[in-house]
């Protein structure tokens, strides 16, 4: 349940390594994107937008002003913009733990 593969009309990477994925995600007012999943990510909004979140039998609105920031944990949704405005956001997606904590192993 990738969003560019799910929603590639929306999702595009635009940075990529070993250790994060970097998404920007772009639609317009009436738009609604397929289910898809996001490991725990940063989000940074480049709009004000408002949203409808579908999740887990059930509905949120939200509306984000341009400039947040924000940490988002795994999820599975869908979304809806449900405002006047485009939804265009960075998405910085965590793929692992660090090297560095891999490599010490767990803290005591």
């Not at 940075?15 to 999943?37: A, I, S």
């Not at 490991?39 to 480049?46: F, G, Q």
Request: hydrophobic letters at 30%.
């Amino acid at each position: 349940m990738d969003p560019i593969e799910t929603n590639p009309e929306s999702y595009k990477v635009i940075f990529e390594n070993d250790q994060v994925r970097v998404l920007e995600y772009l639609d317009h007012p009436g738009h609604l994107t397929k289910p898809h999943e996001h490991p725990d990510s940063v989000m940074y909004t480049l709009s004000t937008f408002s949203r409808r979140l579908h999740a887990d039998g059930g509905t949120r609105d939200v509306e984000i002003t341009a400039g947040t920031t924000g940490w988002l944990p795994a999820q599975i949704h869908a979304g809806e913009n449900i405002g006047q405005t485009d939804t265009h956001v960075i998405f910085v997606e965590l793929k692992r733990e660090s090297a560095l904590t891999a490599h010490i192993g767990p803290q005591i």
